[in-house]
């Protein structure tokens, strides 16, 4: 079979540090086109990867007959407009996290992902880690009994990236520590819990440690440095009450918080067991046998979650199977997170009941 021809659009950090390698490990795909907006970044690939051409505008990609699909790696305000270009151009697209800035953006892309039977995957990276499928699959034994509550915590001290660029500028990212970090996180209780849908949402997202951008005390800035002529307009910390028709989901999440600690977890309450998560790692099991409490830990060996994940989209475009990271599953925590900042916003609750 002739090799799945691929465009990487945006060639920034996390076409550097997942997109590209993993194509480069898969010999089924080439990677024919780099393409981003400062033609040195694109030129810099090929350069560096020793393959494909770079160009500056992904229309060209979009009018080659010949690529099959594309990684969209751009800004979120690019990832709807560019998505939905490629499925009607044909490719088959595989877009980062989050969806798209809102919920709006997101259900025009799963509408024309509908019309033109493309594959549509969104980077929701963490369906395909070893620890999540696992504890997926303890929920879905009866090992936790009923899942009553989750809990989420995404917080981290004085972190905000790119103070005054693309990831603080609302126009552009679409918001902040929620629709960067949360989304991640809230992605993983969906998945665990087969994607409930949600009814309410209450919540409330604050702007508070970098409006002052001048006075803004940082240790690191990934993303940086900053940009005091920029813009600042975006939640640093937020916090939510989420009812599906499931359980029930709560969180706390901080961009920077004035607590130097760093609490990145997700709690999963069942009436027999709990299972604690820290993100990007191990879990341990809470439970009791014979009369005994005990504890255990994950137990499969953990992979490369990107090479994974581009692995399973080539695989998919052969196969036509419908994959987690579907924008039909993923759109549920875009719903979410617009619930929540419309709920900051009107300081009421938001409702998705019919």
Not at 66 to 85: E, F, G, L, Q, R
Not at 87 to 112: D, F, S
Not at 206 to 220: A, D, F, P, Q
């Amino acid at each position: 079979m002739s090799k799945i021809r691929v465009g990487i659009i945006g060639c920034g950090a996390i076409a550097h540090a997942a997109h590209i390698p993993a194509y480069l490990k898969c010999e089924d795909a080439e990677i024919v086109y780099f393409c981003d907006i400062i033609k040195e970044r694109a030129e810099e690939c090929v350069e560096k990867y020793g393959v494909g051409q770079a160009v500056t505008d992904y229309k060209v990609i979009a009018q080659d007959e010949t690529i099959d699909a594309v990684s969209v790696c751009t800004p979120n305000n690019m990832h709807s407009i560019i998505s939905i270009d490629m499925l009607r151009a044909g490719k088959h697209v595989l877009c980062e996290k989050p969806a798209a800035r809102t919920y709006a953006e997101a259900l025009e892309m799963q509408k024309v992902q509908q019309e033109t039977n493309k594959v549509l995957n969104i980077g929701v990276v963490n369906r395909f880690n070893a620890s999540v499928n696992e504890i997926r699959d303890l929920i879905n034994s009866g090992k936790l009994g009923e899942v009553y509550h989750v809990y989420v915590s995404f917080r981290a001290f004085r972190s905000i990236p790119g103070l005054g660029g693309d990831f603080t500028n609302k126009a552009v990212a679409g918001g902040g520590a929620l629709i960067d970090w949360g989304v991640h996180y809230l992605d993983i209780v969906m998945y665990c819990l087969n994607d409930p849908k949600p009814e309410t949402v209450s919540g409330q997202a604050y702007s508070k440690l970098g409006v002052n951008m001048k006075e803004y005390k940082y240790e690191s800035m990934w993303a940086g440095p900053p940009n005091y002529d920029g813009v600042y307009d975006v939640d640093d910390f937020v916090t939510a009450f989420v009812r599906t028709e499931g359980p029930t989901i709560s969180l706390n999440g901080a961009w920077a918080q004035n607590i130097r600690e760093q609490d990145t977890y997700i709690d999963f309450l069942g009436d027999k067991a709990g299972i604690r998560l820290q993100y990007g790692g191990d879990f341990k099991l809470y439970y009791i046998e014979d009369d005994e409490f005990k504890v255990a830990s994950s137990t499969r060996e953990p992979v490369n979650h990107f090479d994974a994940e581009i692995r399973a989209f080539l695989d998919c475009i052969k196969s036509g199977e419908k994959l987690p990271s579907h924008i039909d599953y993923a759109i549920l925590t875009s719903q979410i997170m617009q619930g929540i900042y419309d709920s900051s916003d009107q300081r009421r609750e938001v409702s998705f009941v019919k």
